[in-house]
């Protein structure tokens, strides 16, 4: 987004060049003729000479040093001054109102800015790239000044002007987001985004942000998942990848089975960062038989000093505790349990000992164990067996292997948001 800090210093920038450029006719002035001096080329185009009649021309110049001195107050005097003469030629009100509407810029004033371009536009004496330099000057100030609905109507003048610069149409759709208008928005973001892509360029950050919150506040969810997932594709932070996965969870119809393995793609493409996310993933864990992998996310969540501490610690340690002691007498029979488990014509018990190894600590041995176990076949949940070994693979660094596996998996969208993990799993192994 634009900063306003940005832009005000943009507005008191074209403040200073109009104060500068749109009084040279002023300053021409021979300082005596009573039959008024002639502009000078460059600050109008008229085809009969304009005159300043010496008299207004005085209190111009003053007005104008003044407003390169910055001394706003005693300007705006002189200018009020100049105001208050009587029979003023169409001329002189065309290079008062550009020195008041030059006041007005750099004085942040958005109406007398805009009426002082309305005043200055009159006649034939504004350059249209005058015209549209005043234009984004306005824009600037009602944008500064929060008044969005007017910043869009000046912005839409400025374009109809012919103005050019690509930040007005980013102003512009900013402008309406900021007054709540979200179609609106999203409609004239999708277009900025898309000019921006057709001319081989990368589109912002904040514009992507932007266009997925519009989209999510029009209740349109898959266009702003697909938003966000450009988002994570061209910025992959941890904080996006976050927001894509709390999409995933608040899935109304995700499977419960699933919850577990969208446990274990935000612990790799995100991180966990709630007590909840450690307890609950731990929990789920050890439910599905792996007590390892349960006490290693405890132990993570101690590490990060998010567990042990509030009102649930005694809770906690209980838990750790128990699975502590689980793991121990997994230990204690493992290598019993493998031998029974090869022994078995389906390859589920071979998989889930090979899974518990790499949270033992005895990765290679586990991987080839799951790997052994998903070649005899596994009969029920054979997609989530697989999902299980992406998560194995991408934690050992084997990317190859994981996009390999997750191959077999495209396209499957049983249980319910199987089709969104494989998809970002895959997405986030092909980044660097």
């Keep these: ?9 943009g507005a008191l920038a074209i403040g200073a060049v109009l104060a500068s450029t749109l009084a040279q006719p002023v ?22 000479a304009p005159t300043v009649r010496p008299e207004i021309g005085a209190v111009l110049i003053d007005a104008q040093r003044l407003l390169g001195d910055k001394q706003y107050k005693d300007a705006g005097a002189k200018l009020a001054a100049a105001q208050a003469m009587a029979d003023k030629t169409p001329y002189e009100l065309h290079i008062l109102a550009r020195l008041t509407g030059a006041l007005a810029a750099a004085t942040g004033d958005a109406d007398l800015a805009a009426q002082q371009h309305e005043l200055a536009s009159q006649g034939p004496w504004m350059k249209d790239a005058d015209k549209i330099t005043s234009l984004q000057a306005v824009v600037s100030l009602y944008y500064n000044a929060k008044n969005y609905a007017k910043a869009v109507e000046w912005i839409d003048r400025y ?22 208008d979200y179609p609106a928005a999203a409609k004239a973001l999708e277009l900025e985004v898309g000019k921006v892509t057709a001319a081989g360029k990368l589109p912002t950050e904040v514009q992507f942000k932007l266009l997925a919150d519009a989209q999510r506040r029009t209740k349109d969810e898959a266009g702003s998942t697909r938003t966000v997932e450009l988002l994570v594709r061209h910025y992959p932070s941890k904080a996006n990848w976050g927001t894509l996965v709390q999409r995933l969870w608040a899935k109304p119809s995700l499977a419960v089975r699933l919850q577990l393995d969208v446990f274990r793609l935000q612990q790799a493409v995100a991180g966990l960062s709630e007590a909840s996310d450690f307890t609950e993933m731990a929990e789920l864990a050890l439910q599905a038989g792996s007590a390892a992998e349960a006490l290693k996310v405890m132990e993570q969540g101690y590490a990060a ?69 998903l070649a005899k076949g596994i009969a029920r949940n054979g ?10 693979y ?13 191959a077999a998996l495209s396209g499957k969208t049983d249980p319910v948001g199987l089709d969104d993990t494989v998809r970002y799993w895959t997405l986030f192994l092909n980044q660097p």
């Design 159 to 180: 374009l109809q002007a012919g103005g050019t610069e690509p930040m007005m149409g980013n102003l512009r759709a900013q402008s309406f987001y900021l007054k709540g």
């Design 305 to 373: 000093g998010v567990l042990g501490t509030g009102d649930k610690v005694a809770e906690q340690q209980r838990f750790k505790d128990k699975v502590t002691k689980l793991v121990a007498e997994d230990r204690a029979t493992l290598e019993k349990d493998l031998t029974n488990a090869k022994k078995a014509a389906d390859g589920t018990a071979m998989f889930n000992y090979g899974f518990n190894m790499v949270y033992l600590g005895l990765a290679e041995r586990g991987v080839a164990q799951m790997e052994q176990g």
């Design 394 to 406: 991408a934690q050992l660094g084997q990317r190859d292997k994981a996009k390999q596996v997750l």
């Design 1 to 9: 987004m634009i900063r306003s800090d940005k832009l005000l210093r």
């Design 383 to 392: 997609d989530l067996a697989k999902l299980r070994m992406v998560a194995v």
């Design 27 to 48: 300053l021409a002035q021979s300082g005596g003729g009573s039959a008024g001096t002639a502009a000078p080329t460059g600050a109008a185009s008229a085809p009969a």
